[in-house]
């Protein structure tokens, strides 16, 4: 009975409606409108009608692609999934916006899995034909990624068919298709047979790593470790290495720059021997590079591939290397190798950490730029779990004095950030002499952001070294703030009292902090009096109720009559807590 | 070849309007569509329908005008460029478009969306995506890269890489920027990729040099640069410093030669030969006796656009008097042209070879554009388009 309240009608009018948002959210409905007209009527219905409507604007159509995906067993479970294909067909065919054709062959795939096998060549296998073989580059190049679901289910003979259709795709005019193709090379071509591979596959992957267009070459990188994984080392000698080896020489930085990027998962794929006999070699060459670029990638890759080494390679061979990089020219080489160089202490252990590493760590601790300083400071922890901190202290110092007074207050604000775990792992001591100072100093910056970073820390530091050392060391002098003629600085004591009074104790709380909490109620700036009241209604839970009543109420009372609406505004929420 | 004129778009000649001053023309890479950009920031599509005839077949508003509020000054809706992608799709194409400070990519789709009304048999036009605020000075150049995904723009200073699906970065691969603004003597003024290479591209500069870079060497391309001058400029005056600048560089079809237009001259580099050009063509020579004047007034710094013909054995280029020129590369031997509006009531002479006296200089040809289809091309002066057919 088709009514005109029906849920598929009134689907198809919102759809015409002229306002992008309304098709949206209604386009985000139809599984609740699959699952109230059951699966006959989805399929029949519904489903015609979705595929009657791929004209759209590419968010509605990008989340057509998605919904679709899920409408398995909306449509009644896997016999009928074949249903829902001929609108995400469309949608992968035609639409030339990239994001909707991946999230509608996302979808295929999923939609793919759940067919059975027995009408899977019949209807997927079909679709996926008809795609390969479309006039428009779209099309063939969503056609890429369905080959690796269709060949898994599909028999021996749609098989062969299915090779031979891919690797026609590898060698299509379009770049655009054959970087499509050379994406999904690696998932396609796993599932061969060594033999295949020999035959029908090794010609077609060896154009595609000479193919003109750079970021065609660059992609069939990835399909190395696919292909590799079908033979066994002395083949790969033969059949992998060569084809890494001129991505190595490549003229284009881009390609060079992305066997660096994968340089770990090439280590992982070719095993441990290759790696030894041949691509520490390309490692080294990498991180020589005349192109910064690549440089910093190589340099990002330090510690993941250490670790797929033997010491011994790392001290005689990717060491030396790294040594120039140390006084690279490009200030983003070294800030990479600052970030990345402290985990090979960890491979290396404490003796030859020592030996080796510690006067790496010192230089790039002196380095101009503060990206490499801070990159140094942030992996610290790794460092002394291996060796102690000890060893670094003589010129950590410096280096953190120098950040901490750095002109860029982002430089500042992230220095502040280590100095919590810095506290813990050089002890009281040392830290009382040396950086409690710049702590404070930090309270009084002129930079709002940095004054509430510091605030923060002092709490932090109060957790680490306890309620007794922050009464002694810190509250005093952050309170004494309190008398500066710049408001703003005034601010600063209120804050930190809230920060700090859950950790210090409710004594310290009760006999330093709230007198002076209540003092700077009368303060002559409004900012102050209702950040008192801010602070107060803050101070309520940690302090006993008859102080609350006999010494708290009373002051916000006052607040309460005060003249400024902020002050009386924020007077009546710390009211509204008591 | 003979060229006859074949159509002619545009308004009643007796009414004079600024803003339908043509500022770009161009055929789409596979001779279907010609596109036209205006002083007032719309764009015309005519199509091919039949033989060589076009119909019109799209209007719509590119770029409007702004108002930057850092510098005061009023950002132009002049359309520079337009560069049509070479994909196609079911009834869609797609270009780009430019004023001086943005560039916006445009899709023509036959389809109709839903929830529009019908557009009246009219393809629908909607700007996928913008990309702005990459630009301190004026951009000169849009080019299209051969792997589909990419294209630089060109400003005075700096030419940038963009991806086309994303517009929210893009990486300044030449920055001529001195780090003295008054140390500055150079500037780019025109820039192209190479046909069929992706890492390949041109530029041309005020000084009457042509850079070609290799952007596969580093990422920032300025320090592999290869110089195509002239290395025994002959003729030197007074005024040759500003003639030499040069206006525009495009590479020929079979990516073999390079061609530059500056203000008097063609010249043509064999890729492989960087010292000297391989031919230099003089335009309008006619016109040099009166070059004091033409600076005096300006004139002198007018640009030319220059193309070449699919099959790379010609080049084309436009002058003063509404003409054009259309030399063979082989022989150097020119074709003058000039194109008249068969409206135009006004009396002309019937010679072909231009004379001095005669030059008008408010009417010239500065834009123009050659059909893939080699019989084929289109010129573009003042508020009129003319199409010119070929045969042999």
Known sequence: ?578 | MKWKLNQVFGEDPSAVNEENIITSVRFDPHGDFLAIGYQCGQVVVFKNTTGDTFKFYAQFESHHPEFDFLTSLEIEERINKIRWLKQKYDGTRMMLTSNDKTIKLWKLSERKKRGEAENNGMPKTQAKRVFGNAHAYNINSVSLCSDGETFISADDLRVNLWSLEDNKESFTCIDIKPTNMSELSEVITSATFHPFLCNQFIYSSSKGVVYQADMRTNALCESNLRCFKESNPSGKSFFSEVTSSMSDVQYSPDGRYIMARDYLNLKIWDVNNDSSPLAIYNVHDHIKPKLYELYENDIIFDKFECCWSPDSKSVMTGTYSNGFVIFDVASGEPTHMQAVNPRDKRKRRNATLPVTEDINFDEKVSHITWSSKSDLLACAAGNYIYLYVGNN
């Not at chain 1, 035959?199 to 990835?222: K, T, Y």
């Not at chain 1, 007794?468 to 009292?497: G, Q």
């Open chain 1, 1 to 578: 009975m088709e009514d005109s309240l029906s849920p598929v009608a009134l689907l198809i009018d919102q759809l015409k409606n002229e306002d992008t948002q309304v098709r949206l959210n209604s386009i985000r409905r139809i599984s609740t409108i699959a699952k109230s007209i059951g699966p006959e009527r989805t399929r029949k219905e519904l489903i015609h009608f979705l595929t009657e409507s791929t004209d759209d604007e590419d968010e509605v159509l990008l989340a057509l692609s998605e919904e679709l995906g899920g409408f398995i067993d909306l449509v009644g479970g896997a016999e009928h999934a074949s249903s829902i294909l001929p609108p995400l067909e469309s949608l992968a065919a035609i639409v030339e916006e990239t994001t909707v054709r991946e999230k509608a062959v996302e979808s295929l795939n999923k939609v793919a899995e759940a067919i059975p096998n027995e009408s899977f060549k019949d209807t997927f296998v079909q679709l996926v034909k008809r795609l390969s073989s479309g006039d428009w580059f779209t099309s063939r190049t969503s056609a890429c990624g369905l080959y690796a679901v269709a060949y898994r289910k599909s028999s021996e003979d749609t098989r062969k068919e299915l090779r031979s259709s891919f690797l026609q795709l590898c060698k299509d005019e379009t770049p655009m298709v054959r970087r499509s193709a050379a994406s999904s090379f690696g998932n396609v071509v796993r599932q061969f047979t060594k033999e295949q591979v020999r035959e029908e596959v090794l010609p077609i992957f060896n154009q595609l790593a000479s193919d003109d267009q750079d970021s065609v070459r660059l992609l069939s990188i990835d399909a190395c470790c696919a292909v590799s994984s079908l033979f066994k080392n002395e083949e790969n000698v033969q059949i992998i290495i060569p084809v890494i080896s001129n991505c190595v020489s490549d003229k284009s930085w881009r390609v060079r720059y992305t066997v660096a990027d994968k340089i770990c998962e090439l280590a992982q794929c070719l095993g441990p021997e290759l790696t030894k006999s041949n691509l520490v070699s390309f490692f080294i060459k990498l991180l020589k590079d005349n192109e910064p670029e690549v440089r910093t990638a190589a340099a990002l890759r330090v510690q993941g591939f250490g670790s797929l080494s033997s010491t011994d390679v790392i001290i005689k061979q990717i060491l030396p290397a790294i040594k120039p990089l140390i006084t690279d020219q490009s200030q983003h080489v070294r800030a990479a190798l600052a970030s990345n160089i402290m985990g090979l202490s960890t491979i290396l252990q404490r003796e030859k950490t020592v030996e080796h590493l510690v006067e790496i760590f010192m230089a790039l601790l002196k380095d101009d730029y503060p990206d490499v300083r801070l990159n140094i400071i942030s992996k610290l922890d790794v460092i002394n779990s291996v060796v102690g901190i000890e060893l670094l202290s003589q010129s950590l110092l410096p280096a953190i004095v120098d950040l901490a007074e750095d002109r860029q207050w982002r430089v500042r604000l992230a220095i502040i950030e280590f100095i919590p775990l810095l506290g813990s792992q050089l002890g009281v001591q040392f830290f009382d002499e040396k950086l409690s100072n710049l702590c404070l100093t930090w309270l009084g910056d002129s930079v709002c952001a940095i004054r509430e970073a510091a605030t923060l820390n002092v709490r932090k530091l109060a957790e680490v070294f306890g309620s007794e050392w922050a009464k002694n060391n810190v509250i005093p002098k952050v309170l004494s703030l309190y008398t500066h003629p710049n408001y703003l600085y005034r601010m600063t004591t209120l804050l930190s009292i809230s920060q700090l009074a859950p950790v210090v104790g409710s004594e310290v709380v009760l006999s330093v902090m709230l007198p002076l909490v209540c003092k700077m109620v009368e303060d002559s700036v409004p900012n102050i009096r209702f950040n008192a009241a801010k602070t107060l209604k803050s101070l309520i839970p940690l302090l006993d109720a008859s102080v609350v009543q006999s010494q708290v109420k009373p002051v916000l009372n006052k607040l309460y009559e005060d003249q400024d609406r902020d002050v009386k505004h924020f007077a009546s929420l710390a009211l509204q807590q008591i």
